[in-house]
């Protein structure tokens, strides 16, 4: 593939997967111990299983859309979906990621586009919903186990065992991110490989008409939307963790390009399998149901073996996703936005207090269902793209001669028709929110717009300290420290 010249702005503009060697260039940039060791950090493999983890973690929670919609509204939807939302999602994280390769991620992109203030509301609602978001693996954890476990149902041992998995999991991502990494890529290998052999099984009993099956006038579209956009966002939480990848301006745009692909396949194959290969009965596709499709097509084996999946699964979307939240806290962190001993690393390079934060809010939050932790994290998550996307745009007019190694074709008028699809169906997804949720939602954006004075007030009384990371670029001012 040739490369596009946008002659106004005399910039290279390169597709997808691939990236120039420009580089992230800082006013008396001096290199830290933490950047320089490039043992510690992440490399292609690991990162492309960091952000399918991010992401999806398999079809596990895709169910809902056939109960709501019917075969044929579930298989569009995970064919449409990411051409709406999560490729423009996806090409936006690679353009700005590789633009601020560092761990504040969105943070900075905000920051620099809309000022400090805007930039703090986008790290604390992208952090909730991150937070709350991963409350939810967990207790998924355990439902699949319950069959087998009836006494973690409910209880004293269920609590316990939520407990004990989060502080399980917390100890891993402490130990280091390389480790999170490769444990993911394992995760992932074991969670796909039994909807592969359930895929070939079912070949033989597969009638086509099955994927044809659609009543538009029984839809719940609160549901079907929620579901689809819960299973195909979070690209950008990868972001927050770019300050810890190996050669982040080539190795970001071809993770991101291979999770696309990785994900969409993950989800459709196995959706077309099961509604495909055994008859339609809508209410019993929720979540679950996959391992009673197995048990159908291959018999009790195949069955456990998608219920072990789905819960190494949630393991490894739990620790992709505490990494984000807690390397973000980090980043903040060097950006002056947090106290510095949210900076702070432990010896394996990890962000102690940010874990610590991250795993706290983890197990307060996990006594919420499962719908209200879906809705509650996309409400906040569409307020946080919102941001993203006028951040997006705005660097564009702000800094149109700044190294960007990964660049979307089409200049400013391009960057505005990418962002114009995934923010019509942000406003969708909020306006089918229900009235507790958005309350819930507004009253948690309010706690960030007070919190952000707050927190400069105790600066200003040197309370506690706050500093910038001198290896950082200076991305208040318009020469920004990025040079052309």
């Given amino acids: 593939m040739q490369k596009v010249k946008d002659l106004p702005q005399g910039e290279a503009t390169i597709p997808m997967g691939e990236c120039n060697d420009a580089e992230y260039i800082q006013i008396n940039e001096v290199v830290s111990p933490s950047r320089a060791n490039n043992d510690r950090k992440l490399s292609l493999l690991p990162l492309v299983f960091l952000i399918f983890y991010e992401v999806s973690g398999g079809p596990f929670g895709v169910e809902d859309t056939v109960q709501a919609a019917g075969p044929l509204l579930a298989l569009v939807g995970f064919l449409v979906f990411p051409i709406i939302w999560s490729i423009p999602e996806a090409l936006i994280t690679a353009e700005l990621g590789t633009m601020f390769p560092e761990n504040s991620g969105y943070v900075v992109w905000v920051s620099s586009a809309l000022g400090p203030y805007w930039g703090f509301q986008q790290g604390w609602v992208k952090w909730l919903s991150g937070v709350i978001d991963n409350a939810l693996y967990p207790v998924l954890f355990l439902d699949y186990l319950k069959s ?84 195909l966002n979070y690209w950008d939480s ?22 696309v692909i990785l994900v969409v396949l993950s989800y459709f194959f196995p959706l077309l399998a ?65 106290p510095e001993f949210f900076a702070k690393r432990s010896r394996h390079g990890t962000p102690l207090i940010g874990i610590l934060f991250s ?99 105790i600066e200003k009384k040197r309370w506690l300290k706050f500093s910038i990371s001198p290896d950082l670029p200076d991305i208040h001012h318009d020469n920004g420290g990025l040079l052309h």
């Fill in 148 to 231: 087998g476990i009836p006494a973690l149902g409910g209880g004293v041992p269920r609590i316990i065992a939520v407990v004990g998995i989060t502080l399980v999991l917390t100890y891993m991502n402490y130990r280091g991110l390389t480790i999170v990494g490769w444990v993911a890529v394992l995760l992932g290998i074991l969670s796909i490989l039994p909807f592969v052999v359930m895929g070939l099984i079912s070949i033989p009993k597969l009638r086509p008409t099955r994927w044809l099956v659609a009543d538009v006038h029984n839809v719940d579209w609160n549901l079907y939307l929620n579901t689809l956009f819960w299973n």
């Fill in 238 to 259: 990868i972001s927050t963790l770019v300050g810890e990848v190996r050669n982040p301006k080539k190795t970001l745009p071809k993770a991101l390009f291979y999770a």
């Fill in 274 to 338: 099961g509604t495909g290969a055994v008859p339609l009965e809508r209410d019993l596709w929720t979540d679950g149901y996959f391992s009673d499709i197995a048990k159908i097509l291959g018999g009790v084996w195949l069955r456990w073996w998608i219920q072990g999946a789905a819960a190494l699964s949630n393991m490894g979307t739990f620790v992709a996703e505490m990494s984000s939240d807690s390397f973000q806290l980090l980043g903040m962190a060097e950006r002056g936005m947090l």
């Fill in 359 to 457: 795993a706290s809010g983890v197990i307060l939050l996990s006594w919420m269902s499962f719908q209200e932790i879906v809705a509650a994290e996309n409400f906040l998550y569409c307020f946080g793209m919102i941001l993203e996307f006028i951040a997006f745009v705005r660097l564009r007019i702000k800094f149109p001669n700044a190294s960007r190694p990964f660049k979307i074709p089409g200049g400013t008028i391009g960057a505005i028709l990418l962002c114009i699809p995934p923010t019509i169906l942000v406003g969708v997804v909020l306006a089918f929110s229900t009235v507790k949720v958005m309350i819930i939602s507004l009253a948690a954006v309010a706690v960030g717009l007070v919190m952000q004075p707050c927190l400069k007030r």
